[in-house]
């Protein structure tokens, strides 16, 4: 089946990076088109970044566009979200997403506090 994991949250201080990893399985990864999305309590989760099967990325908003870089390994079948310049706002548990089927992840926490 369809299986999505996420890891590298933590907490991290301002200005500071993270790189989140996503495994995937049971699926033709090279295929398809992945998302990463962030959530914050009582909060509607929001679209961070998507990539193409070929590795173009694409939707970054302005909040994260210049910081964020979503990549992939097919051939290890793992999904990127390099993140620098990391803001207290960026404080949100972190999704992997394949949109066909609407597969999720189960989520990392990253936390941006001095």
């Known amino acids: 089946q369809v299986r999505l994991v996420e890891s590298g949250g933590g907490l991290v201080e301002p200005g500071g990076s993270l790189r989140l990893s996503c495994a995937a399985s049971?699926?033709?990864?090279?295929?398809?088109?992945m998302n990463w999305y962030r959530q914050t309590p009582g909060m509607e989760r929001e679209l961070v970044a998507t990539i193409t099967p070929s590795g173009i990325q694409k939707n970054l908003p302005d909040s994260v566009k210049g910081r964020f870089t979503i990549s992939r390994d097919n051939d290890k079948k793992i999904l990127y979200l390099q993140m620098t310049g990391l803001k207290p706002e960026d404080t949100a548990v972190y999704y992997c997403?394949?949109?066909?089927?609407?597969?999720w992840g189960q989520g990392t926490q990253v936390t941006v506090h001095s």
């Open positions: 997403n394949r949109p066909t089927g609407n597969y």
């Open positions: 049971g699926f033709a990864f090279s295929g398809s088109w």
